[in-house]
C-alpha cells in the first residue's frame, strides 16, 4: 500500500484488524496535519460464486473509491467507473478459481451479492486473498452481521505531509514497515525461513571448502613440486582459492538456474516472490563463504616440504 503510517487505538498493539477508531477522529486529524488520509477497514470472511456451494477465504479491505489506497486494477475498471451496487475489486488469484468479471459473488455469511468490476494484482493480507469493496458496502455487510453496528474505522493511513503534530488522544500512529511486521505469522515465517536459507549457504560453502581440503592432502606431493620448481606461496594461495571460487560460482549459478525455474513452475495462487536481489546476495556471500573455507586448504600448503614430500616422507 502506497502509505507512510497508519493511525491506530493505542490497544491495537500495532494489528489494524483489532483497531477501532470512531468517526470524528478522521476529521480531528485532518485538523493537525496536511497529509493525505484514507480511512482502511480490514475483515477475514469466506466467499463463494452464485450457485457455488465452494467457500473461497478472502479478506476485505474496506476502503474510500478514489482514495490513494485503491490498487490500479490489470483487468476491469475502477471504482469511480463502475456503476453497479456492492462492486468489488478482486486480487488475480480468484480468476485462477474460476470468477470473472461480471460475476456475481456472495459473502457466505450474510449471502450479500458483490459484483466483480475488476481484478488487482498481488494484494494479500497474510495468506489470504484480498477482496476490496467501499466502504458504504462494508457499512451493509457489517449491519447483516450485526443490526446494532455503528459506523467505525480500523485505520487511518496517512501518506506525506507534516505528521509530527499528529497527537489523539487514545491512539498511537504507526509506521507502515511495523505494520508489516505484526501482520499475523509474518516475523515468525520470515525469521524461519531467512535462518534456514543462511544456514544453508554457510553448509553448502564450508562443504566445499572441507572437499578441497581433502583434494589438497591428496595432492600433497604436487604442490611440492611446484614449491620445488620455484612457484612461490603467494602463486599457489592464488591458485587454490581461484579453484575454489570457480567450483562455488559454477554451484551457484546451476542453483539459481534451478532456483528461477522451480519459482516459474509453482502455482501462482502460492504466495512465494523471488527476488532478484535476494538471489544475488545469497550467491556472493555463497562464494565468499566458500573461498574463507579454502584457507585452511592454503594454510595445508603452506606446511608441505618439498624434500619431504618428494622423497616419498610425507605419504
Request: hydrophobic share 45%; with cysteine; proline share 2%.
Amino acid at each position: 500500500m502506497d502509505a507512510d503510517y497508519f493511525l491506530l487505538s493505542d490497544s491495537a498493539e500495532d494489528l489494524i484488524s483489532v483497531s477501532n477508531l470512531n468517526t470524528d477522529v478522521y476529521e480531528q486529524l485532518v485538523a493537525q496535519t496536511d497529509a493525505e488520509l484514507a480511512v482502511l477497514d480490514i475483515q477475514r470472511m469466506y466467499l463463494s460464486r452464485q450457485g457455488d456451494a465452494e467457500k473461497l477465504n478472502i479478506t476485505y479491505f474496506a476502503i474510500e473509491a478514489g482514495s490513494f489506497l485503491e490498487p490500479a486494477v490489470t483487468e476491469g475498471v475502477q471504482f469511480a467507473n463502475s456503476t453497479v451496487e456492492n462492486p468489488i475489486l478482486l486480487d488475480d488469484d480468484f480468476a485462477l478459481e474460476g470468477i470473472e468479471i461480471g460475476d456475481t459473488v456472495l459473502d457466505s455469511s450474510t449471502e450479500l451479492e458483490f459484483t466483480v468490476i475488476g481484478f488487482v494484482e498481488d494484494q494479500m493480507y497474510g495468506h489470504t486473498s484480498i477482496g476490496f469493496i467501499t466502504t458504504d458496502t462494508y457499512t451493509k455487510l457489517r449491519t447483516l452481521l450485526n443490526p446494532m453496528y455503528e459506523k467505525e474505522y480500523h485505520a487511518i493511513a496517512v501518506r506525506g505531509g507534516n505528521v509530527e503534530n499528529i497527537n489523539l488522544d487514545g491512539t498511537e500512529l504507526v509506521a507502515k514497515a511495523e505494520i508489516i511486521e505484526n501482520v499475523p505469522s509474518y516475523t515468525a515465517e520470515h525469521m524461519t525461513i531467512t535462518m534456514i536459507v543462511w544456514v544453508l549457504v554457510v553448509v553448502s560453502a564450508t562443504i566445499i571448502g572441507v572437499f578441497y581440503y581433502i583434494l589438497t592432502l591428496q595432492k600433497r606431493k604436487q604442490f611440492g613440486i611446484m614449491k620445488a620448481i620455484g612457484l612461490g606461496m603467494g602463486r599457489l594461495a592464488g591458485i587454490a582459492a581461484s579453484q575454489v571460487c570457480i567450483i562455488a560460482a559454477c554451484g551457484a549459478v546451476i542453483a539459481n538456474l534451478l532456483t528461477f525455474a522451480m519459482a516459474a513452475a509453482l502455482p501462482e495462487t502460492m504466495p512465494f516472490y523471488l527476488k532478484s536481489g535476494s538471489a544475488c546476495l545469497v550467491t556472493v556471500v555463497f562464494i565468499l563463504i566458500s573461498i574463507v573455507s579454502s584457507l585452511i586448504s592454503i594454510l595445508n600448503i603452506s606446511h608441505v616440504d618439498p624434500m619431504k614430500v618428494i622423497g616419498g616422507a610425507d605419504e
